[in-house]
């Protein structure tokens, strides 16, 4: 812990992504939809997406959830516009690496890199990988994911 008592992990950059969230809400339109859920923590979030030739157009979400799964969802929405099952796919592979701690930075992840941190604290892991099974579940057409095991 730092100076102030506060993991490197919630450094500001995440911070301010729970703070003010990038993509909250609902969209006008959305052709697919996932809850996820991590029961024992206490993490929901609802994945709205608007789709166009199989590319995301459009990402929206609401979460009662930690600040890694606030922050993550929030990133996410930023990264992900334009892209197809299969580069999400690229995506979640990149983002496992870094969480556990095989891999430097991930050009793809981009801000997602900022959880690398999570190597270090395997327990919060699920919170960080919530956001993106809940968004591949609303691309595969289904509607709840939880990175709980069990």
């Not at 050009?107 to 327990?123: M, R």
């Amino acid at each position: 812990m730092g100076q102030s008592g506060v993991l490197p992990l919630y450094r500001e950059q995440l911070l301010e992504h729970n703070r003010v969230p990038h993509r909250w809400g609902d969209l006008d339109v959305a052709d697919a939809c996932a809850h996820g859920r991590n029961a024992l923590c206490g993490d929901e979030l609802r994945i709205e997406i608007c789709c166009n030739s199989g590319r995301i157009r459009d990402y929206a979400f609401e979460a009662e959830a930690c600040v890694i799964t606030t922050a993550v969802a929030s990133i996410l929405g930023d990264r992900v516009i334009g892209m197809d099952m299969a580069a999400l796919e690229l995506l979640q592979k990149a983002f496992e690496r870094i969480l556990c701690g095989s891999s430097g930075q991930e050009p793809v992840l981009g801000e997602l890199n900022a959880f690398a941190e999570l190597a270090q604290f395997p327990a919060r892991r699920k919170c960080a990988r919530l956001p993106l099974a809940t968004l591949v579940a609303a691309m595969a057409g289904q509607h709840v994911a939880t990175t709980e095991e069990g």
